[in-house]
């Protein structure tokens, strides 16, 4: 339980995953473990939650769904047996599957890519449940079958070329660094989702306009770089901001705070 406790706190410290996300893992996993050996002594949900606490410096706000609990009750502890997950950019390909078991249990918190040469088929014999936390990315026909397949879905699931509108709703989720151009603005539907979980900056010759066209809703829990007018088109879309905005002058990153 140590080491999958350490590699929660780890994803947390890079960012891929949200302080909220992260007390969602721990209790899941102190559930697991508490419905496999009831006899032994285990940390209570109060121990858990302050190990995030003690990494992000703070206070978490807030009650765990037991729907969410539910659905994450087991993943770390079916991957010692036929569970399989993806911690950061996978691909899911043909000789990958054949070597998986029948109806094995997937768990992504990454960036999932199915190969297109991946007969829908073979997918669906080995892929027997499926739970999504990151970006999960293929043909539309084998799209089709995991989204068939997944049970539970906190991230985004859509077709190649489509990561800026991923999923109905969703739009791009950044877990990493990503630069917002002019160019992928221009292929993104109108009032699309931005998702910023890492490192995000809106390019200077950005057009005010069209940023507010194509971003209907943003949600920051990372750090967004861009010039001040953009900005505050994000900021006025911005519901829940668990981050910071940082202002840039002449195309150069300031200096913020912590």
């Not at 007969?119 to 936390?133: A, D």
């Not at 079958?145 to 109905?168: H, K, L, Q, R, Y």
């Not at 010759?205 to 209907?216: C, S």
């Amino acid at each position: 339980m140590k080491a999958e406790r350490a590699r929660i706190l780890d994803m947390l410290h890079q960012g891929a995953i949200s302080v909220e996300q992260a007390e969602q893992l721990l209790d899941a996993l102190e559930k697991s473990f508490q419905k496999e050996a009831p006899s032994q002594s285990e940390p209570q949900p109060s121990a858990l939650s302050s190990d995030v606490r003690g990494v992000m410096g703070g206070g978490l706000g807030g009650s765990i769904a037991s729907t969410v609990a539910n659905a994450l009750r087991g993943v770390f502890g079916g991957l010692g047996g036929g569970g399989r997950a993806n911690f950061s950019a996978a691909r899911l390909t043909k000789e990958g599957l054949e070597r998986m078991a029948e109806g094995t249990s997937y768990t992504n918190f990454g960036q999932l890519t199915i190969a297109d040469d991946v007969p829908e088929e073979l997918l669906r014999q080995k892929i027997g449940s499926l739970t999504n936390f990151g970006h999960i990315a293929g043909p539309a026909n084998l799209v089709s079958v995991i989204e068939g397949v997944c049970d539970t879905n906190f991230g985004s699931i859509g077709t190649d070329g489509d990561e800026m509108n991923a999923s109905p709703g969703l739009g791009l989720v950044n877990q990493g660094k990503t630069v917002v151009t002019r160019q992928q603005l221009e292929h993104m539907a109108d009032n699309s989702k931005l998702v910023n979980q890492g490192k995000l900056t809106v390019a200077e010759d950005v057009p005010v306009e069209l940023l507010a066209q194509k971003i209907g809703s943003y949600t920051n829990q990372g750090k967004t770089y861009g010039p001040a007018a953009l900005l505050g088109v994000l900021q006025a879309r911005c519901s829940q901001n668990q981050g910071k905005f940082v202002p840039t002058t002449d195309g150069e990153e300031e200096e913020d705070e912590d």
